[in-house]
């Protein structure tokens, strides 16, 4: 898949049931300044009426993204692909709202699951 934006790695969310491919690709996690302690998992990040795109969020996208990509981000991609998230979240809040437990069960194997279960899914993705 080819993308316009400057972090062209591809990542594939779960919207409802099917699985598309989003542009904003590459996730990341947030920003933290050296010496200071890490975000609560809860804190927005961005918000949107009742949506809310929070740390553990966008830690969840970090996951996905480490477990599918052969080589690991750099710093430069790591801000990237956090910007281009976050931009995302706000044009579409709602889908991200929509997707979160998908996404969240997606984390969840490539956290704890089985090495069969981990690979198979990052076949599919």
């Known amino acids: 898949m080819s993308s316009n934006l400057p972090c062209a790695r591809p990542l594939l969310i779960c919207f409802g049931h099917a699985l598309l491919p989003v542009a904003f690709a590459c996730a990341a996690s947030p920003a933290i300044a050296v010496g200071q302690a890490p975000a609560p998992a809860s804190q927005a990040v961005s918000s949107s009426g009742n949506n809310v795109l929070t740390v553990?969020?966008?830690?969840?996208?970090r996951v996905i993204d480490a477990s599918v990509l052969d080589t690991p981000l750099s710093p430069?991609?790591?801000e990237q692909a956090r910007q281009n998230i976050i931009r995302q979240f706000q044009k579409s809040p709602a889908e991200f709202?929509?997707?979160?437990?998908?996404?969240q069960q997606i984390t969840e194997v490539f956290r704890h699951g089985?090495?069969?279960?981990?690979?198979a899914l990052a076949m599919q993705l």
């Open 56 to 61: 553990q969020d966008m830690e969840d996208l």
């Open 76 to 78: 430069a991609e790591q």
């Open 97 to 103: 709202t929509k997707a979160r437990p998908a996404t």
């Open 114 to 119: 089985s090495l069969a279960d981990r690979t």
